[in-house]
């Protein structure tokens, strides 16, 4: 047996919060670890490694299984392959202030020794490679290093995702939102789990760093820049996200 729902995204987006409210939950059963990957790096160990991940207790009435791999939102291949083992899951997507989880990304990145470069110089440089793309080439292209801007482009991911996988099944949650309500969202995704609703009281924030504010100016040019890709994710999912 399977996980019932999936988070597939987005990275620095509130995942690891979520996945850690949701394991506490007395009816869900959650792997050993979270970001599993198996649908984005470990598709060839093959589905029955996946599945010795899950405890059999989920085959009983009423329990859910779920895990949390951010980066299955950027692989390209993961929704086709998941959709091959698990056509009716439930996919929960997280998605942040596009500018807010660029800078959070490059930090992670430059905390874990992959980014050397200065935030502004990171961020303008990868700002033109992205400038140079069609709508087109921007739906085609997977995770690539560095993710700062790119990760931050929901509506190509999303689409990809929704070309395979029925809307129904969605439920998109804006992270500023769960940071500050985390109570109603909550709610709102056990609902959408079809759970009973059952009142947690604490909601610690997990994985959570505290930056050195960009410059206005900066922010100011990132906003410009994911304007239009906004505008795209707030039509396609006619939902307004106000994140200007």
Known sequence: HGPDFVIIGAARSGTSSLYMYLSRYPQIISPHKKELNFFSKYFNQGIDWYLAHFPSITDTPNFLAGEASPNYFDCTESA?????????????????????????????????????RSLEDA??????????????????????????????????????????????????????????????????????????????????KCNGRSYTPISQELRQTLSEFFRPHNQRLEEYLGMSLNWD
């Open 123 to 204: 961020l303008n440089l990868e700002k033109q490679r992205l400038e140079s793309l069609t709508e087109s080439e921007l739906l085609q292209i997977g995770y690539r290093h560095p993710n700062n801007l790119l990760g931050s482009l929901y509506v190509y991911k999303l689409k990809r995702w929704m070309e395979i996988f029925p809307r129904e099944q969605f439920l998109i949650v804006k992270s500023e939102d769960f940071y500050s309500n985390p109570k109603t969202v909550m709610s709102t995704i056990i609902e959408f789990l079809g759970l009973s609703d059952q009142k947690f009281f604490q909601y610690p």
């Open 80 to 116: 086709q392959r998941m959709f091959q083992f698990l056509p009716n899951v439930k996919l929960i997507v997280l998605l942040r202030n596009p500018v807010d989880r660029a800078i959070s990304c490059y930090y992670h990145n430059f905390y874990h020794g992959r980014e050397k």
